[in-house]
């Protein structure tokens, strides 16, 4: 079983920063892509940022910038450093690993809970 841990989130002014994390954990073979979407209220969750295991990055264009994704792959660990934040970056963000479980299982996408992020203005 995978289970994904986000943390980090929080409230901050406009202008400040945060820094999330997610950990995945559990029966993990290898992990392909780690990202972070985000679905503020009445709107379709979003990708903000991914980064695959070779290291390519694609960021959302309003985060470009500001935001900075990263990963531990000892630890299975992604983390998105998140600068001169927004009133409009307030969302639920949520952690996404593409991954298998076994060498010969097919990857799958699985999801963390979510972590508020809240700016003010």
């Known amino acids: 079983q995978v289970q994904l841990v986000e943390s980090g989130g929080g409230l901050v002014q406009a202008g400040g920063s945060l820094r999330l994390s997610c950990a995945a954990s559990?029966?993990?073979?290898?992990?392909?892509?780690m990202g972070w979407y985000r679905q503020a209220p009445g709107k379709q969750r979003e990708l903000v940022a991914v980064?695959?295991?070779?290291?390519?990055?694609n960021y959302a264009d309003s985060v470009k910038g500001r935001f900075t994704i990263s990963r531990d792959d000892a630890n299975n660990t992604v983390y998105l450093q998140m600068n001169s934040l927004k009133p409009e970056d307030t969302a639920v963000y949520y952690c996404?690993?593409?991954?298998?479980?076994?060498?010969?299982?097919?990857?799958?996408?699985?999801w963390g809970q979510g972590t508020q992020v809240t700016v003010s203005s």
């Open positions: 559990g029966s993990i073979f290898n992990i392909n892509n």
């Open positions: 996404n690993a593409y991954l298998r479980v076994t060498i010969i299982s097919i990857p799958y996408n699985y």
């Open positions: 980064i695959t295991s070779g290291g390519s990055i």
